[in-house]
């Protein structure tokens, strides 16, 4: 089983991981998605998103941006971070299962700055 979370508005990818709307959690099997969970954002505060996620196992988290600071973390726990992605969420999971979704782009650095 691996769990993986898109940065969402509704059902489509967001721009922003830590200003999403909403989190949907996919768990996925060998043959695909089993289930999907929508969990709301609990609050963006610097830190505490890749923590929360992780500790929720998910493994990947797939988003259109993020800040240096949350890339970190995740990387410190373990989690893949797919960058670049937008269109629908599920879409975008069922491209990455497939090997076609490619992490695109750096995480912004400016974000630190704007949350001080």
Same mark, same amino acid.
């Given at each position: 089983m691996?769990?993986?979370?898109?940065?969402?508005e509704?059902t489509?990818v967001?721009?922003?991981?830590?200003h999403?709307?909403?989190? #949907?959690i996919?768990t996925?099997?060998?043959? /695909?998605?089993?289930?999907?969970?929508?969990?709301?954002?609990?609050?963006?505060?610097p /830190?505490? #998103?890749?923590?929360?996620?992780?500790?929720q196992?998910v493994?990947?988290?797939i988003?259109g941006?993020?800040?240096v600071h949350?890339?970190?973390?995740?990387?410190?726990?373990?989690?893949?971070?797919?960058?670049?992605?937008?269109?629908?969420?599920?879409?975008?999971v069922?491209?990455? #299962?497939? /090997?076609?979704?490619?992490?695109? /782009?750096v995480?912004?650095?400016?974000?630190?700055e704007?949350?001080n």
């Amino acid at each position: 089983m691996k769990k993986i979370a898109v940065a969402s508005e509704g059902t489509v990818v967001t721009g922003h991981f830590g200003h999403c709307q909403n989190f #949907l959690i996919f768990t996925c099997n060998e043959k /695909g998605i089993e289930s999907v969970e929508d969990v709301k954002n609990p609050g963006h505060k610097p /830190g505490f #998103l890749p923590n929360f996620l992780a500790d929720q196992n998910v493994s990947v988290v797939i988003c259109g941006g993020m800040g240096v600071h949350a890339s970190e973390i995740f990387q410190s726990r373990g989690v893949e971070v797919v960058l670049g992605a937008s269109g629908d969420s599920k879409a975008a999971v069922e491209a990455y #299962l497939e /090997g076609k979704l490619q992490s695109v /782009g750096v995480p912004c650095e400016h974000h630190h700055e704007e949350h001080n």
